[in-house]
């Protein structure tokens, strides 16, 4: 591990931003080693799916809720990975849920305007005391489709959102009138780059008409004291153990099995954007 937990500036500034990029947080050997173990995954491949982006374009995920022993799991179960999202939300979390982001080259869709805590706030967690890490696999840049973000979004408090197609966005008429006042970021990066950023920070991506991929890992995770109200399709809290960072690179090439994909990959879609329709 390049780094390790970050400083109390760094939190001010996540706390002012809405996000905070710490570069090289996945040093280059442990970045190679996670991307070619999940670009040679079976199982990984077999359990994505699919979400149309309204435009014409695909962007393919596979989720899972639980970390497990595999290379996946040592690196959402990291000390520096996991000590840093304690210390932006001041005090224990545990493991939401963790996706890999697979926007392939010239195919790869685009996301829409969101929230995520405009999904989460569907599954009974009562306060945005989230945070996710976004793990840059592969170089992202405007090209094939970087992610965006306003600048200080997180302070607009939880918009409404609305499915468009399969994704649910942000009401589109709030977020162009948020536009002319507030900051659009491009977040480029390089591989093992890690963006951490507010459930309420205003978030995109467009699509990958590159012929370079931009996969992506993103470890989400709940303050402890946050516990959903209720059961959801992603957990309530669960204990997380952490491991030292050196177990990124100890756990080698170790993928999800057949077995990982009955207890751990979750074929289906994930329903906080669908529950809308509900909600």
């Known amino acids: 591990m390049a780094k390790g937990v970050i400083s109390d500036s760094d939190v001010q500034r996540y706390n002012e931003d809405g996000y905070l990029l710490v ?17 040679e995954d079976r199982v990984l491949d077999q359990h994505s799916y699919g979400k149309a982006d309204g435009e ?30 304690e210390k932006l939300l001041g005090g224990e979390v545990y493991h939401y849920h963790s996706k890999m982001i697979m926007k392939d080259a010239k195919v790869g869709g685009a996301w829409a305007w ?7 706030y569907q599954n009974g967690v009562l306060f945005p005391l989230l945070t996710s890490a976004f ?17 200080g979004s997180h302070e607009l408090g939880r918009i409404e959102h609305v499915l468009t197609g399969e994704q ?41 008409t590159s ?24 957990p309530r809290y ?23 994909a009955g207890a751990w990959l979750d074929t289906r879609e994930d329903a906080s954007a669908t529950s809308l329709a509900k909600a």
């Not at 962007?59 to 799991?73: K, M, Q």
């Not at 793990?135 to 600048?151: F, H, M, R, S, W």
């Open 23 to 39: 570069k090289g947080m996945l040093s280059p050997a442990e970045i190679e080693l996670l991307g070619r173990t999940a670009r």
């Open 56 to 85: 014409g374009g695909t962007v393919r995920l596979s989720l899972w809720n639980h970390p497990t022993d595999t290379i996946y799991g040592m690196v959402a179960r990291s000390e520096s990975i996991v000590g840093s999202a």
């Open 114 to 120: 969101h929230q995520d805590y405009g999904y989460w």
């Open 135 to 151: 793990i840059a696999v592969d170089p992202a840049t405007k090209e094939n489709g970087c992610l965006q973000v306003i600048k």
């Open 168 to 208: 649910a966005g942000a009401d589109q008429e709030r977020v162009n009138e948020i536009l002319k006042r507030m900051e659009l970021v491009h977040v480029e990066m390089a591989p093992g780059d890690t963006l951490y950023f507010h459930a309420n920070t205003l978030h995109r991506s467009d699509q990958n």
């Open 211 to 234: 012929d370079k991929p931009r996969w992506s890992m993103i470890c989400c995770y709940n303050a402890a004291r946050n516990d959903p109200y209720k059961e959801a399709h992603h």
């Open 238 to 260: 669960t204990k997380l153990t952490k491991v030292p960072d050196s177990e990124i690179l100890k756990a080698g090439e170790k993928r999800f099995s057949d077995a990982d």
